[in-house]
């Protein structure tokens, strides 16, 4: 009795595996009588949907994989990113919480969300960099400024300044000073519910600035920046923020 299973299941898999073959040859006969429109329609649709593929899926994994190890060795600090989308038909890119660990317990810098948007016809016309919007919401830094014993000043981030200087970067500084900017143009440049924080343990003093807000329209890096609305203008911004000033006692700090 179970020989006669095995015979059977062996007679109902050739018999899938001839109909597939069977369907398969069809499909290659229908291909090669098929028009020569028809057939680079095809072709096209195959690699458009190959790169949908590659960019909306493959390179996110690849990025959210690999850019925080290399930022942390670039930066020296440990780095993490909760999820990073594109989208291959808008090339819209949105990253989710973007972090810089600092020397101590409080961050360096938070990003809670970035979202943009690159336009290529725009950019293909105009031969410049064009984003139609760029906006990033919940950027919070932290800046602390200590003296030491000695009455040198440091920050929190010096250490990252240090890693990027390099001694053969200060011979072609003139050469590159009178190169003109890449031609980068921004639509829409926002910046939302942002805070900064800066504490000076010399003064004894904290600086909050909340609710941050700022926006720019029409941005380009060849323009200059003009007063809020002035119609079809470029950079036209608008700032907004919350400022708070405090003084710690002596007994705290020590």
């Not at 018999?15 to 006969?29: D, N, P």
């Not at 360096?108 to 016809?121: G, I, K, M, R, S």
């Not at 064009?130 to 919070?140: M, N, P």
């Amino acid at each position: 009795q179970y020989n006669d299973q095995v015979n059977i299941f062996s007679f109902l898999l050739c018999r899938e595996a001839l109909m597939i073959l069977s369907r398969l040859k069809g499909m290659v006969a229908a291909y090669r009588k098929a028009p020569k429109l028809l057939k680079i329609a095809g072709w096209l649709s195959i690699i458009y949907l190959c790169y949908a593929f590659l960019l909306g899926v493959i390179t996110p994994a690849v990025v959210r994989a690999v850019a925080p190890k290399k930022l942390t060795q670039l930066l020296g600090r440990q780095v993490s990113v909760h999820d990073l989308k594109i989208n291959p038909f808008l090339l819209r890119v949105q990253l989710d919480n973007l972090v810089i660990a600092g020397k101590s317990a409080p961050p360096l810098l938070e990003l809670t969300h970035v979202d943009a948007e690159f336009n290529l016809w725009q950019s293909l016309f105009n031969r410049a960099w064009c984003v139609d919007h760029l906006q990033l919401t919940g950027l919070t830094g932290q800046v602390i400024r200590t003296t030491d014993a000695k009455g040198n000043i440091s920050f929190n981030f010096d250490d990252i300044i240090a890693r990027f200087q390099n001694p053969a970067t200060t011979q072609t500084t003139s050469q590159t000073d009178n190169a003109p900017l890449p031609d980068f143009r921004i639509q829409t440049l926002a910046l939302s519910n942002s805070n900064l924080q800066f504490s000076d343990t010399t003064a004894k003093a904290n600086l909050s600035y909340h609710n941050i807000n700022f926006t720019v329209h029409n941005f380009g890096t060849r323009n200059t920046l003009v007063k809020d609305n002035v119609e079809n203008q470029p950079n036209q911004y608008r700032l907004s923020f919350n400022g708070e000033l405090s003084y710690v006692t002596n007994d705290i700090w020590q």
